[in-house]
């Protein structure tokens, strides 16, 4: 019986697959003037403002303003809100989080 000569594993490139990124429409936050955009992490509760992905668009009305429509970047594992602070921000949360107690 002939020993067969050593031959390393063949490796085999295949073509990878692009996954299409598809973006679910979760909700629309809409802050009244004065007002701000805050995010809540789950996990390390820490309450910070939330910073915008990219403005869509500006469009401009009709006596002349301009209206901006921009984007958030929505993280996993966070809850989002509209309020004028901080301190307020954080009550609103604590209302969210007792709605998902009950």
């Not at 429509?69 to 989080?97: E, S």
Request: charged fraction near 30%; proline fraction near 5%.
């Amino acid at each position: 019986m002939k020993d067969k000569p050593f031959q390393p594993d063949q490796i085999e490139v295949t073509a990878q697959k692009q996954i299409a990124k598809q973006e679910v429409f979760l909700g629309r936050l809409r802050p009244k003037p004065g007002q701000k955009i805050y995010q809540w992490n789950l996990q390390t509760y820490v309450i910070s403002e939330v910073e915008f992905d990219e403005v869509l668009a500006e469009i401009q009305l009709e006596d002349g303003q301009y209206k901006v429509k921009k984007k958030i970047k929505v993280l996993p594992g966070h809850l989002y809100a509209c309020a004028i602070n901080y301190k307020n921000a954080g009550k609103q949360f604590a209302k969210m989080i007792n709605k998902i107690a009950k």
